[in-house]
């Protein structure tokens, strides 16, 4: 799309998922994928899900928050919502059509993860180099947090 921007090369098939970006006192939430899941066990990034058809981005991104780590919506404030950006996986042969969102946590919590995630990590963003992450989390990352 015209509006989108893309990252990567163009792949076959097209997911659509929401990720949010969590920060509180400027540090930055990752979550390392359970080594259960089929796409990218054991790999870092953002809290994700899939979007179904119909559904408000921003709806699922809360639910996602929700389900992944214990937080109601009334925990965060949102301080950004962009429009997609496609990020290309070649080997895996798809396109993900990240829908990224930017929160800061009001008040830092523990964190509850389910079982889609083994640990969590506040790091400064600066560091997400340093991390074995899902494709395209740093280039997303930047983008959704441009000024």
């Not at 994928?33 to 990034?45: F, I, Q």
């Not at 979007?51 to 965060?76: C, F, H, N, S, T």
């Amino acid at each position: 799309m015209a509006n989108e921007k893309d990252i990567g090369m163009t792949g076959g098939r097209i997911l659509r998922i929401v990720t949010g970006f969590l920060f509180c006192r400027e540090q930055l939430l990752l979550l390392r994928r359970s080594s259960s899941l089929r796409n990218y066990p054991g790999k870092w990034g953002g809290v994700s899900g899939y979007l179904e058809p119909g559904v408000d981005p921003l709806r699922q991104v809360y639910r996602e928050i929700k389900e992944e780590l214990g937080l109601e919506a009334e925990a965060l404030e949102l301080k950004r919502r962009l429009k997609p950006v496609d990020v290309t996986d070649d080997k895996a042969g798809i396109t993900w059509r990240v829908f990224p969102f930017v929160f800061v946590v009001k008040t830092c919590p523990g964190i509850e993860l389910n079982r889609e995630n083994a640990e969590f990590a506040w790091i400064d963003p600066a560091q997400v180099p340093d991390f074995d992450t899902v494709p395209g989390l740093a280039e997303v990352l930047e983008y959704a947090c441009k000024e």
